[in-house]
């Protein structure tokens, strides 16, 4: 069974500043999705972003990107220029690719917090 | 098009009492698929139904079940309500099975007393 594991309970970074969120994972499949949600206090799931594990470019959306590395099963997620929106939980989760199931194995989660 | 929507936003029931919660995923998603969040267990899957039809079931025990219409939209239901059960529950919501992108509903919030 696949696992993921997010050792941050919490973090904190001044707004404008960069803080990057760690995620590692456990699996024996080559192919797979990995995904970054954030929760608000709305709790209202979004999603941040996504990486093909076939693909070894690192996904960017704006703000935020991955340091993905597939042979030490690690994928961080870097936010740039924080912002008070950005405070939040943030859920590092994995799809497998096998078939097409759509179960997401999700991490414990990091609590963001941006300071003034 | 609109979001996932779920109604209802709030519950409390009573522990041996049944509950029934909906999930109308965004216009044209067929598979749905439903999490519970709790802050002891995390952010666990539940099941996924496409076609109306599940397609693949989490570990919980036969007291969660589910169901979806022709028309994509899904019910969850809890049977003899534990303590334990007070929960977030998630929907998500995707064009197919094994796209790419799951969206996510507000979640209902459901206590047990």
């Known amino acids: 069974a696949q696992t993921v594991t997010q050792s941050q309970p919490e973090m904190s970074v001044q707004e404008a500043e960069t803080v990057t969120l760690s995620c590692t994972y456990d699996?024996?499949?080559?192919?797979?999705?990995l995904f970054w949600y954030k929760q608000p206090p709305s709790r209202q799931m979004i999603l941040v972003i996504r990486q093909e594990a076939y693909k070894q470019q690192n996904a960017t959306e704006n703000r935020f990107s991955v340091n993905f590395q597939k042979a030490a099963k690690s994928f961080s997620l870097k936010i740039s220029d924080s912002q008070l929106g950005d405070a939040a939980m943030y859920f590092c989760?994995?799809?497998?690719?096998?078939?097409?199931?759509?179960?997401?194995?999700f991490g414990t989660g990091t609590r963001l917090q941006v300071t003034l | 098009k609109a979001g996932v929507t779920q109604t209802p936003r709030y519950l409390i029931k009573t522990r041996g009492q049944q509950v029934t919660l909906s999930c109308s995923p965004i216009?044209?998603?067929?598979?749905v698929s439903w999490y519970q969040q709790t802050p002891g267990q995390g952010l666990q899957f539940l099941f996924e139904?496409?076609?109306?039809?599940?397609?693949n079931k989490g570990n919980f025990p036969g007291r969660f079940s589910g169901r979806q219409f022709s028309n994509s939209r899904s019910e969850m239901n809890v049977s003899t309500l534990e303590l334990g059960d007070s929960a977030l529950y998630l929907c998500a919501s995707s064009e197919i099975r094994g796209a790419e992108t799951q969206y996510f509903g507000p979640g209902t919030r459901l206590l047990v007393l």
């Open positions: 989760a994995y799809r497998s690719f096998i078939g097409t199931a759509s179960k997401l194995t």
């Open positions: 139904y496409f076609s109306e039809t599940q397609r």
């Open positions: 699996t024996s499949e080559s192919d797979y999705y």
């Open positions: 216009s044209g998603h067929r598979s």
